[in-house]
């Protein structure tokens, strides 16, 4: 049987205060800090688990890249690189993973990972021996083995050309054997480890100096929560926070000389996400009335200065070749259109519906402002509705009690299933609940496509029928302006919803 060996391998698809023991960490000169180097990052709301499985929020899953890792990890160039594993080989039928773990990798508590524990590790995620998989794409994964103490084999139902990609994601991560509750005693093998949380305020992330690969250069790194624009701006001016991702275009403009700000894309999909399972939304008439309500070029204005990056479907630009340009004008500015379709569908004097945002993303609420403006131009009342990112979590995403919501969704891979699988309608997280056989079909067919050129038609046929049946209102790419204190400097813009804090460093003075 015919093998191909991965070394370095671009994407192919493009409760209470926890405190655990503090331990010492000694200074570095060539990384031009102190034995005290320290830097405190602003977030927007706390850590919804420290367990990688369990993550829900892109927020979390951003700041977890630094303390677990997989078998391979993407880098800031979007290629897959071995971090657990050194290397991995892929039989010719793509049903067998052979992986050769690096050696002297170590966990936080000082333990040298093992066999077992990658082992123990994959079959979590493929919930093998507990019942449904952690991880939905770790479904067609029929058996984990460790023929010796340095090989781990995978073996897959049916292959999957974006299954190393997977492996690659935050979520599947290699975690202890012997450690149970990952939520109190979070244990990886990233260049920072947890020292102590306490809820709803603050992080607190120390170098961890036996990392098996390039160390970080800033020891203590404090993640402090910000829940709305008017702190975020005020801990930046006032010096409590050296650096803030996101921070909104207003924020940008009122900071000091004494910033940098590093601009680009946020890399997530922004819409206004419909609940196309309860009335008016399971009517494709009445979300496509709403589509042609919206004036994109409007909503970049007031959210950040004009820039911003239309997308008309559930993809975003980094995704290469998957983006489709071109649905962005499936539905232009067309008020007497979206009057006509608001009538035909039994709404000829509009209709009444409630937008819930989470308070502590600024973009999203200023977002929701400016459709709610818009969308009274033809008769439709929309009521905005601010709730705290953990009853968003909970009441929108988790048990869809919702008729409308802004938010960005990102991808922990650079897949297109990534993105386009949550509209299956069997996901587990289709929290719009759509439902389309024309969808299921295609997606299904991309899966099971012979060539990457084939799969790859069949997701721009899903992409397509997202933004022809108006599954959401799809509005942009949010643009990002990441600011940082010039004491700092080393922050890299990742294709992926991360921030790589290990590569970070004080600037000399």
């Not at 309608?425 to 295609?442: E, I, K, M």
Request: with cysteine.
């Amino acid at each position: 049987m015919t093998k191909r060996r991965l070394g370095k391998v671009l994407f192919v698809s493009m409760l209470l205060t926890l405190t655990i023991a503090l331990s010492g960490c000694a200074g570095d000169k060539e990384d031009g800090g102190s034995s005290e180097s320290a830097i405190t990052i602003g977030i927007p709301q706390d850590l919804d688990s420290l367990d990688p499985n369990l993550a829900t929020g892109a927020g979390t899953q951003e700041m977890l890249f630094n303390v677990y890792e997989g078998l391979y990890k993407p880098d800031s160039d979007g290629n897959l690189v071995p971090a657990v594993a050194s290397d991995c080989v892929i039989s010719e039928d793509g049903l067998v993973y052979t992986f050769t773990l690096r050696e002297g990798v170590k966990f936080h508590n000082g333990n040298t990972v093992t066999v077992e524990d990658v082992v123990y590790s994959m079959n979590k995620c493929a919930g093998n021996g507990s019942g449904e998989p952690l991880i939905s794409a770790f479904s067609i994964v029929e058996k984990v083995e460790a023929p010796d103490d340095k090989t781990v084999v995978l073996t897959l139902s049916e292959a999957n050309k974006d299954f190393l990609s997977i492996l690659a994601a935050g979520e599947t991560c290699i975690v202890p054997a012997d450690v149970a509750d990952l939520e109190t005693t979070p244990i990886g093998t990233g260049p920072y480890k947890i020292v102590s949380r306490s809820l709803q305020e603050s992080v607190e992330l120390e170098k961890f100096d036996e990392y098996w690969g390039e160390p970080a250069h800033i020891e203590k790194v404090t993640l402090k929560i910000l829940a709305d624009a008017d702190a975020v701006l005020m801990n930046l001016q006032g010096g409590a926070v050296d650096l803030v991702a996101r921070v909104t275009a207003a924020t940008a403009s009122e900071l000091g000389d004494q910033f940098n700000i590093v601009e680009g894309n946020m890399n997530l999909v922004q819409a206004l996400y419909l609940n196309n399972g309860v009335e008016p939304f399971n009517n494709e008439k009445v979300r496509q009335a709403l589509c042609y309500a919206v004036d994109k070029q409007e909503i970049f204005d007031f959210v950040a200065n004009g820039k911003g990056f239309a997308i008309g479907s559930s993809m975003y630009p980094s995704f290469g070749k998957y983006y489709m340009e071109e649905l962005n004008d499936v539905y232009t500015t067309d008020l007497e259109k979206a009057k006509d379709l608001l009538a035909e569908a039994g709404y000829p004097d509009g209709l009444t519906f409630t937008i819930k945002v989470a308070s502590n993303y600024q973009q999203h609420v200023d977002t929701a402002t400016v459709l709610a403006e818009q969308f009274k131009k033809i008769g439709v009342t929309a009521n905005i509705e601010l709730i705290e990112w953990e009853t968003w979590l909970n009441d929108v995403y988790s048990n869809r009690q919702y008729e409308a919501t802004v938010v960005g969704m990102d991808a922990s891979t650079l897949t297109a299933g990534a993105l386009l699988k949550r509209f299956n309608s069997t996901a587990h997280n289709n929290f719009t609940n759509y439902n389309n056989p024309d969808y299921d079909a295609a997606y299904a067919n991309a899966l099971a496509a012979a060539t990457d050129e084939e799969a790859t038609g069949y997701y721009k046929e899903c992409e397509t029928i997202l933004a022809e049946t108006a599954a959401n209102v799809y509005i942009q790419d949010l643009a990002e302006f990441v600011a940082i204190n010039k004491k700092y400097a080393g922050y890299e813009s990742y294709p992926l919803y991360v921030m790589d804090i290990a590569k970070l460093y004080i600037v000399e003075e």
